[in-house]
């Protein structure tokens, strides 16, 4: 079933100054009855005080996604991630984490819920075993670090693309993630057998593109197994030459790879299930031949989140 609404509305009004962001966020509240909102959170940089503001006054929640920390820090260091196999990295990397989550208890205390937050594992850079082993140590210990400070919040690992790193597109526009998706359930099963609490995938459309996956059937794929899925974020991706690349263009873009109607069926298959999910769009303004307007793409993503959850 799906429970929740989700706008990630930074990925167009990110550029704009806090208090124009403020008013798309208000807008998105009071007009489209959207108020759970995907926004990144980095380690020691504090959100601008004028979304503090309304998210506590709007009393909305927050999916906090931190692949923009690895994505930031992985380009100065591809060693970086929880799932790295140099210890001294994956120790910087998590305790990086533990800083957002803390940021987050903060933002919860003043009234702004936390529904869920999204880590990533960085970059390949070993062999499978090596990186699963590393990226379990680290989940373990964030989910009891959840469970104490943000026991209302779900811990979730985004997957991402993982084509190899001699792929033609560069990091990050492709080459995320350190382990396939099968790999990666492996040890989100394992965690969840020893962790405080569950661990949960969130499915990034966009970024399945770049894999080369069909979308549709790899979250078929996830709930039909025994990892939960907390939900899905959809967008489509940059075409270029070489492949898709990590744009989050629109379903106004017709060469995204991302349709309404690709939006629909995927709301019908998280519908039909049993667990307990949310549907998210995160567009950006980008299109093959330009750029899009703010108002166009934000409203047009509510218009489709309205259409289908």
């Given at each position: 079933?799906?429970?929740?609404?989700?706008?990630?509305?930074?990925?167009?009004?990110?550029?704009?100054?806090?208090?124009?962001?403020?008013?798309?966020?208000?807008?998105?509240?009071?007009?489209?009855?959207?108020?759970?909102?995907?926004?990144?959170?980095?380690?020691?940089?504090?959100?601008?005080?004028?979304?503090?503001?309304?998210?506590?006054?709007?009393?909305?929640?927050?999916?906090?996604?931190?692949?923009?920390?690895?994505?930031?820090?992985?380009?100065?260091?591809?060693?970086?991630?929880?799932?790295?196999?140099?210890?001294?990295?994956?120790?910087?990397?998590?305790?990086?984490?533990?800083?957002?989550?803390?940021?987050?208890?903060?933002?919860?205390?003043?009234?702004?819920?936390?529904?869920?937050?999204?880590?990533?594992?960085?970059?390949?850079?070993?062999?499978?075993?090596?990186?699963?082993?590393?990226?379990?140590?680290?989940?373990?210990?964030?989910?009891?670090?959840?469970?104490?400070?943000?026991?209302?919040?779900?811990?979730?690992?985004?997957?991402?693309?993982?084509?190899?790193?001699?792929?033609?597109?560069?990091?990050?526009?492709?080459?995320?993630?350190?382990?396939?998706?099968?790999?990666?359930?492996?040890?989100?099963?394992?965690?969840?057998?020893?962790?405080?609490?569950?661990?949960?995938?969130?499915?990034?459309?966009?970024?399945?593109?770049?894999?080369?996956?069909?979308?549709?059937?790899?979250?078929?794929?996830?709930?039909?197994?025994?990892?939960?899925?907390?939900?899905?974020?959809?967008?489509?991706?940059?075409?270029?030459?070489?492949?898709?690349?990590?744009?989050?263009?629109?379903?106004?873009?017709?060469?995204?790879?991302?349709?309404?109607?690709?939006?629909?069926a995927c709301a019908e298959v998280l519908q039909q299930s049993k667990l307990s999910t949310f549907i998210g769009t995160k567009c950006g303004k980008t299109t093959r031949d330009g750029e899009l307007s703010v108002e166009e793409v934000l409203t047009a993503q509510a218009q489709l989140l309205g259409?289908?959850?």
């Open positions: 079933m799906i429970d929740d609404k989700v706008l990630g509305a930074y990925a167009a009004v990110g550029t704009l100054p806090p208090a124009e962001q403020a008013q798309w966020y208000r807008k998105a509240a009071e007009e489209w009855g959207i108020n759970i909102f995907e926004i990144p959170i980095l380690a020691g940089v504090a959100i601008a005080e004028e979304l503090v503001e309304t998210f506590a006054e709007l009393q909305s929640s927050l999916v906090v996604t931190m692949v923009a920390q690895w994505a930031t820090m992985g380009g100065e260091n591809p060693d970086y991630g929880l799932s790295s196999v140099q210890p001294q990295w994956r120790q910087t990397s998590f305790v990086h984490a533990c800083t957002v989550l803390q940021q987050c208890q903060v933002l919860h205390q003043k009234g702004i819920g936390i529904r869920n937050v999204e880590v990533h594992t960085g970059q390949r850079r070993g062999e499978t075993v090596s990186h699963a082993i590393a990226l379990y140590r680290s989940l373990v210990d964030l989910s009891e670090i959840v469970a104490e400070i943000l026991p209302d919040c779900g811990l979730t690992v985004e997957v991402t693309d993982n084509l190899p790193p001699d792929h033609p597109i560069p990091f990050p526009a492709a080459k995320k993630a350190s382990l396939q998706l099968s790999a990666l359930s492996d040890v989100l099963r394992a965690v969840n057998q020893d962790a405080a609490g569950s661990v949960a995938l969130v499915v990034n459309w966009g970024r399945l593109l770049i894999n080369g996956d069909n979308p549709l059937e790899t979250v078929k794929g996830i709930l039909a197994g025994d990892v939960p899925l907390a939900g899905a974020i959809l967008s489509g991706a940059g075409p270029s030459p070489e492949g898709f690349r990590d744009s989050h263009n629109s379903h106004l873009d017709p060469h995204s790879g991302f349709t309404a109607q690709d939006a629909k259409d289908i959850a």
